[in-house]
């Protein structure tokens, strides 16, 4: 039986970790806030991107001169996971889910016979990977001291994928990343980025009026341009989701370990006091038996 | 004239600017061209320079590194890369930029990259030349 000054050290213990998860939720909001800011504004440019992106592609018909980095090169060989993580842990199931996506894609790759090479971006998706793929990776960045993701880091990312996809060093590049559904919901996905997934248009009116587009230099050019934008611009969404997503996971999960903690506090200073009550009882039966016996 | 248009200037991180401009002056891949309301539609890659905005009598000039635009007859959407208010720049940041777009420069490895990188550091001189 634990004394009761272990149950009271206990109970300190539990409340400076209720403490510190508390502050970390909060910490966790206020990021979220500035994350899903930063997501939202920028949407307007991927989607002037996709809507350009989408209405040259669907001109482009002959599908042989059309750029690789649209049609691919042909082959479907070597793929290029590029998975996404956070930096920094305790934000729930947020790093292990893109990483468990990533490596489920990865076994089935490698049971069709294909060739896998892996390119983390932060820390986290490397140290959960490393064990089984630690052959297969072929780069990696890492974010540690990063305070706000800016457009450089998702260009930067692009260069050297663009150069590997250049130098024939893979055939189809995919990216792992945890969509930003809501703060409760965050669900990896994975998104083919070469050769480009090009959204459908939609909208009927849009295509009939960019039919009548003119394109400067040349159709070809602008759409080899806009393709490598697209890229870094794809890569920049999924650091922003990312963020988002960690951010909310984080939050969500140190607001589960706040309550648990609030839980185990309650159940510890109900035992603490009984426990003293006892000994009291036990201290005043000794007392009124030991006036008995005179 | 016929009118104003809406211009909007978009970076990868935010909507920079959206205003209804009377003008806007592009640095097109191809040359220069002005765009006024109920002009001709199409696309064009930008090489780096300034974009001249005029809405209602303010002017307003911005750097633009690499991008392309998007020319309606009532709209004009510019997706940029960088931008920058050319008023607001610092020496510091013109110094900055100076020295990665010479560095750009002398890594260029094809004539498209080495002509961009060509204009940026003409533009970027001649608006340290102007702060100074």
Do not use: Q
């Given at each position: 039986m634990a004394s009761l000054k272990d149950m009271r050290n206990r109970i300190a213990s539990v409340k400076a970790t209720q403490k510190i998860t508390k502050a970390m939720q909060m910490v966790a909001a206020a990021k979220l806030r500035r994350a899903q800011e930063a997501a939202q504004s920028a949407r307007p440019y991927a989607e002037r991107m996709d809507g350009v992106l989408a209405n040259l592609a669907s001109k482009v018909?002959?599908?042989?001169?059309?750029?690789q980095l649209l049609v691919?090169?042909?082959?479907?060989q070597v793929h290029l996971l590029i998975v996404m993580t956070a930096?920094?842990?305790?934000?729930?199931g947020f790093n292990s889910n893109i990483a468990k996506l990533a490596r489920q894609d990865a076994q089935k790759l490698l049971a069709y016979g294909k060739t896998v090479k892996i390119y983390t971006v932060g820390r986290k998706g490397a140290d959960s990977l490393r064990r089984e793929f630690g052959k297969s990776f072929v780069e990696r960045t890492d974010f540690q001291g990063v305070k706000q993701l800016n457009f450089d880091h998702a260009q930067g990312i692009a260069n050297k994928v663009l150069g590997m996809f250049e130098a024939g060093d893979f055939d189809v590049a995919t990216l792992y990343f945890s969509e930003f559904k809501s703060v409760i919901a965050q669900k990896p996905t994975a998104l083919q980025l070469i050769p480009a997934k090009i959204p459908e248009v939609k909208d009927e009116g849009a295509k009939t009026a960019s039919a009548v587009h003119e394109y400067e230099p040349s159709e070809e050019e602008v759409l080899g341009d806009l393709l490598r934008r697209n890229v870094s611009t794809q890569l920049f969404r999924g650091l922003l989701e990312n963020a988002a997503s960690e951010q909310g996971s984080r939050m969500s999960a140190m607001d589960n370990a706040t309550r648990n903690a609030g839980d185990m506090i309650n159940k510890l200073t109900i035992k603490y006091n009984r426990q003293r009550q006892a000994n009291i009882t036990k201290e005043l039966i000794e007392i009124i038996s030991g006036a008995e016996a005179l | 004239m016929a009118g104003t248009f809406k211009f909007e200037l978009v970076s990868p991180e935010r909507v920079l600017i959206s205003v209804d401009a009377d003008q806007v002056v592009v640095p097109g891949a191809g040359g220069d061209f002005a765009v006024l309301a109920g002009h001709a539609p199409f696309i064009t890659t930008l090489r780096p320079g300034v974009l001249d905005v005029l809405a209602g009598g303010a002017k307003r000039r911005v750097l633009v590194k690499s991008g392309f635009a998007e020319v309606d007859p009532s709209r004009l959407t510019i997706l940029a890369q960088a931008a920058y208010d050319v008023d607001e720049m610092t020496p510091a940041i013109i110094a900055r930029e100076l020295s990665a777009a010479e560095a750009d420069l002398a890594a260029a490895k094809d004539d498209a990259a080495q002509s961009a990188a060509d204009s940026l550091v003409n533009e970027l001189r001649r608006i340290s030349a102007k702060a100074a």
């Open positions: 018909a002959d599908k042989k001169s059309a750029p691919g090169n042909g082959k479907d930096e920094r842990g305790l934000c729930g | -």
